[in-house]
């Protein structure tokens, strides 16, 4: 079984991030850059599936700039076995990069298309799905925990109320949460290894897919700062307060 | 976070000023690369973080030594270790036949920097192993090596260096230990060894001690030592292990600092003799050591720098938080962070640059140690072996005596906070002392900076550098770095006065250049460190340009590399007073009347 997972290189989760000046997006120049940490659970779980004899081949999928060709040699070190990079300066927004992933899953076929839930830079929680759909697979999103059998798949999601298990019919999407594994440390024979991994180019122009953004952005800017507090003497002031400034009562 | 791998500063030495893709285009090295080394510093990073900086105060604890004479290691270190043997990392440095990865010299000890600022105690396993290693596949036998190597560069086995007794420190003449032929080829070692470090604990399945001994027949001094290896457990012809060989770790030390590096008192023989192996030929032993003693003392160098720079990441952290006192100068009342006082800039700001030099200034040497293994011209190779001979006692000697500076400012900057132990720094000052006393004292690197290293070939290598320094000068003086340049002048100007007084009178009257060694290294530390950040502003004022250039990185760079010509740089010309005209008084009062 082919398994397919993308990853997205997304800013460092320890970089605090600044707003550019003009407001138009977020400083990405210069700060270090990292695999999304949901598409490293994604890059985990079809290593162990691997391991574990259900999936024979990992193919890793980034789209962006050149610089995404570090991002799938991390996922090569982790025990990919090739990447593809579909290269692109072009703004990605979720639907393109669901098109862009279903002309993708169309050449290589795989059974399994296993995505991070969201990237941690735009939070954007839409990709998986929007490939489901354009695929027309079924779909197990927020997994915290995957079966893999030879036709099918149980998905334990986590879902507001708790956890749900659902079984999916194969080929199908799976979308990774936090808890379904915690990444290993790569080893330094296979950083070596990567190297060597093939690594394919390719661009949405031969994809055939119009890239094109969707949506425009109308502003960025930082939250708003938190205003100091205020001391109140009596549980009498703290109610006056919460009713006639903070209009909460 | 507590410790963040000084990802940009790390990749910029390497690069930039030591060149790592021309290391790279060296016979041997061509599957290293740029990309590759990025590679394996980001996941080093990660490792360092992850694992080993979160155990490094509960190392302080210290492992534990049981009447069994067992040694249970530090909380948390025996399962850091599995992880760090299964990552593979001990291979970075191993040789690539027995398994290893065979990278450049530099790319490891960039590594290991992040091994040592994250857990200094931690680090010194794989250093000693690694160490260990080295003297094995230089000389031992291919059986020996057949027998030691493969499991010692995946760390499952560690290496040890038995060298010190009770008598015998840094004078090793003195050894006592005693070496008796079995008749089988084998030997029965038996004596008291102290001060080993990671000599005994549960984190491999065996461990490999290197033992300097004497054979009945040697001759006296330092000419009748051989090395021996001796297993802690005997290994079978099929590779398993058998009996536990009679070598046992009587107590540990009871130290100031690196706690979780267990440091034990050995005793071997107790029971009729441990059983060795002799390495290599015969009363050779101590000239084997010293082959690894550049790594070695290069790795000391850099440890001495990673503890600064882990006190320096947790000074900026603190001073940026803590909120004491009106800014200098303000009307206003209100407190600032201490970051803002004048002071504490200068503290943070001393920390940083030297720190900045002298990481330079060790992959520099890095470097030269490549070169001088690889290059392929026969007179680079031993040119750069000059360079490397020339560095390594002030690389050593200077970055651990700074770091004792640097450590203590850490200190300083969190005041009365600083000096409870729960704030975490009083560790970093503890383990950082140690690094300018083991691998040789700082005196013992400056004798050797004088003797071997100046005098004995008349200055050759000490005026070849100051030459580099002087061309630099000139680059700063067209760039208008105007204080970078007349300070630097100034400092080489002082380093040549020295360096003509040490040639001048080490043969005549050794005991006026002895007075002055260490202050001469220091001003070589100094002077050459400005070099190196002199060299960095150049480049940083190059690079501003490029498209896509870190502006903050580099306009850093170029203030910090300032600060350095102006605060530090001046120091040369107290110290070369010193070196110069001072030796008399050092010696002048009666050693009665101390």
Redesign the interface.
Known sequence: MKALVAVKRVVDY?VKVRVKADGTDVDV??V?MSMNPFDEIAVEEAVRLKEAGKVSEIVVVSMGVKQCE?TL??AL?MGADRAILVETDAELQPLAVAKLLKAVADKEQPQLLIVGKQAIDDDANQTGQMAAALLGWGQGTFASKVDVAAETIDVTREVDGGLETIKLRLPAVVTTDLRLNEPR????????A??KKPLDKTTPADLGVDVAPRLKTLKVAEPAKRSAGIKVANAAELVAKLKNDAKVL | MIYQAPAKEIRFALNELAELPAVCSLPGYEDCSVELVDAILEEGAKFAEGVLAPINKQGDKGAKWSPDFTVTAAEGFKEAWQQYVEAGWVGLRAPAEFGGQGLPALVALAAEEMWCSANLAFSLAPMLTLGAIEAINHHASDELKAIYLPRMSTGEWTGTMNLTEPQAGSDLAQVRSKAIPVGDGSYQISGQKIFITWGEHDMADNIVHLVLARLPDAPAGVKGISLFIVPKFMVNADGSLGARNDVRCVSLEHKLGIHGSPTAVMSFGDEGGAIGYLVGEANKGLGYMFTMMNHARLGVGIEGMAVSERAYQKAVEYARDRVQSRAVGSPDPAGVAIIQHPDVRRMLMTMRAQIEAQRALAFYAAAALDRAARHPVASEAARNQALVNFLIPIVKGWNTEQANEITSLGMQIHGGMGYIEETGVAQYCRDARITAIYEGTTGIQALDLIGRKTASENGATARWLLEEVRSTVAKLAAAGFDSMAANLEAAAKDAERCVDFIVGTFASQPALAAAGSVPFLKLMGITLGGWMMGRAALIAKAQQGDEGADADFLAAKQITARFYAEHLLPQTGGLAAAIVSGADSVLALDAALF
């Open positions: 320890n120049a210069n270090k570090e040699r991390t070190a440390y790569v080893k330094l024979p296979n950083i070596m990567a190297k």
